[in-house]
């Protein structure tokens, strides 16, 4: 049996040896003149075509990124290149694996798995560099993507298809905004993919610890680049990232994908740049680092009914220093997307968490995705905020205010304390209302800050368990009619005797 | 390519085909050149006048540092005025000039243009040849096969 097998092979192996005698190679080629910190220049190649992928003879592979008079400016993706090395073209551009089998997977953005979970086989491959979306494929923002988290889903509302960006300093709990809104899409149908861009190994093995904890990874992927990864890794993840969202979406999917973050992505490509001597402008970035991200989030999409009406949504985030949103890469990104949440230390440190500013985060289109339930209660929140907020500013140095000042600075402080809401414990739309509704009425009032949370758990499970029909309707969406109002105030009302009953 | 190159070599290159001699500009160029390499200098006097006062303007600007560089550029400019590309074949042992002229045939008359190839001994090459014509190579060597083969094994 072994024999007869070994002798198949044999046969196998002497047609491959035949076919290869005889057939010649034809390629284009250069030769590296120089190399060194994740870029070569390679002398010839004088067809070759921007972002084409080169083959050198060490088996480094890169792309052609500076397309000069003689030479060619590559950066090497992955192995080393020395002075003297040949290079070909390929006539292909960089394509990764794509589809349902990278679901659960952890992958560097050249689509090679880093888990233990062995080999990929998909039969599709998609070029990491696609066209986005035109304008006839496109269409307005109409269903809502849950986050999970009450200040957002209320104020920022998010659409299927936005670009929504999360913009703070280092450590105001931006990715955890990123995460608990994945965390929320369990039973949402949105495949969700995670970009790690120039990120600590550490950081991210954490997140994929709590999505796996959390049963998240059945229906999300991470790429990942990390901080000891080359530039040129890091400069196309996000790319690559969106390769496989895109799959999804343009399978008829909904889809969701996080950049985390942008700004160390401007900086693996401000050094690639540098490297290859292109012109500085400001802050020392290229001309064209505008163009970096706007074809990125350009890709970001809700598809037409003829188009399979899928969608992809983009949360890239924003590291900023010492709150500044007017440098260069942040009002760059800000321009491109279609509103940011911004979140804040000052916040962050008193205890605020989520540490969102409500005042100047916005949701440029999210508010037509939003359910009417939640619309009719979040004009209330809204201004009953915004009220406070100008109040406290003006009475915070005087003692003696009037009744209704007061009341009106009492309600906005439990509206702030409402809207606290702690990580991995994202919330539903019906019982978001639930609460919300409760606290716009003033239920909350006298109620103690520290008893709060524990409040507004029991008022949402109180009214799930003996509402059911209302809770249906909330969860629908379905617009709050007078009558439901008051279902709702007399449900509120009856837990808060209970509550109080409890207390004393 | 020095700009400074360039220039002397489209003036040279302009002069000599006013005056009608490109080909004897060439051949004393590239002796000038080959003697120059070898520290063995010819005899400029047999030089046609024209190339001696291209000598003499270069040495009164200063500019013999760039002459190997000129020379480059200047026979690029002949071989496209003749349609003549040049190519060079590798093989691990040296070609006789019959084969290398029917390599050269077939070659100018697939590429529409005259071939000019020169040959190179690479023992890397193992077998067959190697033909290089600007950026584009030729492969029929059996190292690429071995390598090809080598790869289907691997996977």
Sequence with gaps: MSEKRSEEIAKVLKLEIEGFAGRPEFFESGFVMSAGDGTAMVYGLSNVMYSELIQFSSGATGIAFSLLTDSVGCVVLRGSVKEGDEAKRTGKVISIPVGDQLIGRILDPLGTPIDKGGAIETAGFSPIEKESPGVLDREPVSRPLQTGIKAIDSMIPIGRGQRELIIGDRGTGKTAIAIDTILNQKDSGILCVYVAIGQKASTIAGIYDVLRNKGAMSYTTIVFAGANDSPSLQYIAPYSGCAIAEEYMYSGRDALIVYDDLSKHAVAYRQLSLLLRRPPGREAYPGDIFYLHSRLLERAAKLSKEKGSGSLTALPIVETQAGDISSYIPTNIISITDGQIYLETDLFNSGIKPAINAGLSVSRVGGAAQVPAMKSVAANLRLDLAQYRELSTFSQFSSDIDKGTRQRLLRGEKLVEMLKQDQYEPMSVADQIVVIFAGIMGAFDDIKDEDLPKFQKGLASYVRNNYSALTNELSAGNALEDSRKKQLSIAINAYKAMFGGKDN | ?155
């Design chain 2, 1 to 155: 390519m020095s700009i400074t190159a360039e220039k002397y070599a489209k003036a040279l290159f302009d002069s000599a085909r006013d005056g009608n001699n490109i080909e004897v500009t060439q051949q004393a160029f590239s002796s000038l050149v080959d003697g120059l390499k070898k520290g063995d200098i010819p005899d400029i006097g047999s030089f046609p006048a024209s190339f001696r006062s291209f000598l003499s303007v270069l040495s009164s600007r200063k500019g013999y540092g760039h002459i190997f560089e000129i020379f480059e550029k200047f026979s690029s400019m002949c071989d496209e005025e003749s349609d003549t590309v040049r190519a060079r074949i590798f093989t691990s042992s040296p070609l006789d000039d019959k084969k290398r002229s029917r390599i050269e045939d077939v070659l100018s008359r697939k590429l529409g243009v005259s071939v000019a190839l020169t040959n190179a001994v690479d023992p890397s090459v193992i077998g067959g040849a190697v033909i290089r014509i600007g950026d584009r190579v030729l492969d029929y060597s059996v190292a690429a096969g071995l390598d090809a083969l080598k790869k289907e094994l691997v996977r």
